[in-house]
């Protein structure tokens, strides 16, 4: 999904060692920041309230969730690839103690603008509020899903690290776990269910034998942080725009994707109306995503003698991958030379496998979430197994 910080639970120092420096090399948006800097709420402490804007349009308080016995609340959100994959649990646990006077709220604690652009290498939608409604649906989220990201006033008074980060009350609202949902992000790994073992234990009436573990995910992106996603998107912008010229063989290469990686092709003109539109959703796109095994390549149908128009707009837009533009005037030959079955005009973007195979096509305006769930459910997960399979499923 760099900067990230990453709370690990149960490990012992040498395994903290070993598991920080590969996940720096798996997820490197993550990183450590002080820990003083937001104190974890301390066990026994009462509630703290919250007023929050939820994806279903109300604003929600703790008052909101008296009725119930046990209060759990979990801090997570959209774009950190861990919590991703806890989606599924939570929402299990969620259908697991219905009836049973047990309440689970989430919250995104996440300020969308201190999340860099390569730390949305995971991820379809940000952290903000809009992005959240669009995640809910498509994962059909049954719990109450609040947007902490404004004011971060929620999370200051919580202090969660990562997410996912549990925090469980009991009936007098005063706090009894806090720490993980259970041992390992890989679920078929599990062997710990502290968050279950808790909520039992206080629906029973009985102490909660382990009230606090580490926990590991995507740290909290306070506001601090803005800063650096800025001067990273300066960085990106400041790299050269080219523009080279593609003829038919350079077009026939193309189809065939030499490059070994997942190829995002989008073909596009100066003139054309949606395609001005949605080349800054494919440029973001291609931002996303291009630390890990993706290219895109753009290329103007222009005739050669528009280059200079082709270029001031490129450069607008700081599209700093290959951008290629036509260079015969016979536009129709130029488009058999990539797909002889392409008979229409512009928008027409095709996402290529390493062998060529066609992943996704669309002659016409982008959908770009669409697309970047094919690019994710396709893109290598060898460095975090598990994380293609959940794009590849609802």
């Not at 990183?31 to 109300?58: Q, R, V, Y």
């Not at 629906?203 to 992106?221: E, I, M």
């Not at 450069?315 to 533009?325: D, E, F, P, S, V």
Request: proline share 5%; net charge neutral; charged share 25%.
């Amino acid at each position: 999904m760099t900067e990230r910080r990453f709370g690990l639970a149960d490990w012992s120092r040498a395994g903290v060692v070993v598991g920080a420096l590969l996940l720096a090399l798996v997820l490197p948006h993550c990183s450590a920041e002080e820990p003083t800097a937001h104190p974890t709420l301390a066990l026994g402490s009462a509630a703290p309230d919250f007023s929050l804007p939820g994806i279903d349009g109300k604003t929600h308080t703790l008052a909101d969730y008296k009725a119930t016995k046990v209060l759990v609340i979990v801090f997570t959100c959209d774009h950190c690839p861990t919590a991703q994959l806890y989606e599924s649990r939570l929402k299990k646990l969620v259908d697991d103690y219905q009836g049973k006077s047990v309440q689970f709220v989430m919250i995104q604690p996440n300020d969308p603008d201190a999340v860099r652009l390569d730390e949305l290498a995971w991820t379809d939608v940000g952290d903000g509020l809009e992005d959240m409604k669009v995640r809910a649906a498509y994962r059909h989220f049954n719990f109450p899903y609040l947007y902490d990201g404004a004011t971060q006033a929620t999370a200051n008074a919580y202090g969660p690290k990562a997410t996912p980060h549990v925090f469980i009350f009991d009936a007098q609202r005063k706090l009894r776990f806090e720490g993980r949902v259970d041992n390992s992000q890989r679920e078929s790994l599990v062997t710990t269910q502290d968050t279950r073992n808790a909520i039992d234990a206080l629906l029973a009436d009985k102490p909660v034998a382990v009230d606090h573990t580490g926990v590991f995910g995507c740290s909290t992106k306070w506001k601090s942080k803005i800063a650096s996603g800025q001067e990273y998107l300066k960085k990106i912008e400041a790299e050269p725009v080219k523009l080279d010229e593609a003829t038919a063989e350079t077009l026939k290469k193309l189809r065939a994707n030499p490059t070994g990686k997942l190829l995002l092709v989008n073909f596009w003109a100066t003139w054309c109306g949606p395609c001005v539109v949605e080349f800054p959703d494919l440029e973001t796109t291609y931002r996303m995503f291009r630390m890990r095994d993706l290219d895109m390549v753009t290329v103007a149908t222009n005739l050669p003698d528009e280059k200079p128009g082709v270029m001031k707009f490129l450069q607008k837009q700081h599209a700093t991958g290959r951008n290629l533009i036509f260079a015969s005037n016979d536009t129709y030959a130029m488009q058999a030379a990539f797909d002889p079955k392409w008979e229409s005009g512009v928008p027409y973007t095709i996402l290529l496998a390493p062998d060529g195979k066609v992943l996704y096509k669309q002659t016409g305006d982008l959908d770009v979430l669409a697309l970047r769930r094919v690019i994710l459910a396709n893109l290598d997960d060898a460095s975090y197994l598990g994380h293609r399979a959940y794009w590849a499923s609802k």
